[in-house]
């Protein structure tokens, strides 16, 4: 089963989970013959529905690293907190269509308008939490659903500069709480007796501290180093930066693959990148950064030695720990990060597996080839490079005939997505098992 699969079953079952409890907390008259009540059914399943995996969405931004190995690491359930973000951004129009659509069409003197019940004044002396509250809950819920759509919409726009990307993910957090308040206060008294409201009290419980520790800034405080910036190269024929940081409070150590999240002060906050040593205990990491956006390119010239800087994780389980001892790596372009701490890894291990690392490039920068190259040698891997403007780009044909037992092999992956997946999916098709097919999916948008 691929990657996409597994983070789509877990969608999938979170859906399925959520419409199940539902179903079952439905009174007997739920699915009345009228428009009306038909109506009123499916405005709290859209709104359930919405907020439920809202909350699931708001708790993964969390980074709550004790169920990264469930999805196979933090890359992974990002892929799926956006898609959480996209349904329940979606099944909050839905809803607000359900609730607005029809009084529009009452107005125009297309629809007959609902005949509701005569309510008792009786007992409604003293405050009712949810009678009280209903106005203030659905005014707020409102304009929360307006602000979601704007927020989602910058938060999806590639666009948008990534240092103003994590202040909308704050004020989705805040306006996430809003909407809590309007579910809590309209579902009403016959849903959280029902067996959907524990289910939805505890998302929204679990999201409502996800949030709070957005809003306070405390995402990965715990996992959060301090150090500084020890050495400097830029190779300017590739445009990579290369940086070494020496920390000065303690790390818990890291895996061959992980990255981290790096903060080099200044207003544009913490950005990912995959880590480049291996962990030797010295305080030591390194990080090569492509200069491929605005702030990237400018940090060969803001960066300089003995700058401070924080360092948060490590994340990822691209970790090439596989079944098989035979395995190839490929790295595309700056895709080749990961596999740097692989080659200096396996260098101070020297484990049985047989490794071959393929490298493809459309700049190849003699130096850091060199290096690459020289790395390799020192761990026993065996390189094969291809430059894209020369060689072409790499296929399963090509691959075949550079190592002929490729199924025999893990294969791990880190470049262009695409790239990738055409090359998982033609391997597939040759009969390859898709388990042993590993790509990290390093986009954090």
Not at 81 to 109: C, D, M, N, T, Y
Not at 388 to 407: C, F, S, V
Not at 415 to 435: N, T
């Amino acid at each position: 089963m691929t990657v996409a699969s597994k983070l789509r079953n877990a969608f999938l079952l979170v859906v399925i989970l959520l419409t199940a409890v539902w179903l079952a907390s439905l009174p007997a008259d739920a699915w009345g013959l009228s428009f009306w009540s038909l109506r009123n059914s499916l405005i709290y399943y859209t709104g359930i529905l919405s907020i439920g995996l809202m909350s699931i969405a708001v708790i993964l931004a969390a980074r709550p690293v004790q169920i990264e190995s469930l999805l196979g690491g933090l890359d992974k359930f990002y892929r799926l907190h956006k898609w959480l973000g996209i349904a329940a951004a979606l099944l909050a129009i839905a809803h607000w269509l359900l609730e607005k659509a029809p009084r529009w069409l009452v107005q125009f003197g297309w629809l007959a308008p609902r005949q509701r019940s005569p309510r008792s004044a009786a007992g409604a002396t003293g405050f009712d939490f949810f009678r009280d509250l209903h106005g203030l809950a659905a005014h707020l819920g409102e304009w929360g659903f307006y602000l979601v759509l704007v927020l989602v919409a910058l938060a999806l726009w590639k666009r948008f500069p990534y240092r103003y990307f994590f202040m909308v993910h704050r004020l989705l957090a805040a306006v996430y709480l809003l909407l809590v308040f309007h579910s809590v206060v309209l579902m009403g008294p016959a849903y959280w007796s029902a067996p959907i409201g524990p289910l939805l009290g505890i998302l929204m419980a679990a999201g409502s501290v996800a949030a709070a520790i957005s809003l306070f800034s405390r995402i990965g405080q715990s996992r959060k180093a301090v150090g500084r910036i020890e050495a400097l190269t830029h190779h300017q024929q590739n445009a990579v930066l290369d940086v070494v940081i020496r920390l000065d409070t303690a790390w818990p150590g890291h895996d061959a693959g992980q990255f981290a999240f790096v903060d080099f002060g200044g207003d544009e906050g913490a950005h990912p990148f995959s880590i480049t040593s291996a962990w030797r205990r010295d305080g030591r990491l390194s990080f090569h950064i492509k200069g491929l956006g605005d702030y990237t390119r400018r940090l060969p010239e803001q960066l300089f030695v003995g700058q401070t800087v924080t360092v948060e994780g490590p994340y990822g389980r691209f970790d090439f720990k596989g079944a098989r001892h035979r395995q190839i790596w490929i790295g595309g372009g700056m895709g080749i990060s990961p596999f740097l701490a692989g080659l200096q890894t396996h260098a101070d291990r020297r484990p049985q597996d047989h490794v071959d690392l393929i490298y493809t490039t459309r700049v190849p920068a003699e130096a850091y080839i060199a290096r690459v190259r020289g790395l390799a040698a020192q761990a026993g891997i065996r390189f094969h490079l291809l430059v894209e403007q020369t060689d072409g780009r790499l296929t399963l044909e090509r691959l075949e005939a550079m190592i002929p037992e490729w199924k025999e092999a893990d294969i791990w992956f880190s470049g262009p997505a695409k790239f990738g997946e055409a090359l998982r999916d033609s391997m597939i098709a040759k009969g390859f098992d898709a388990e042993h097919f590993h790509q990290e999916m390093f986009d954090m948008r």
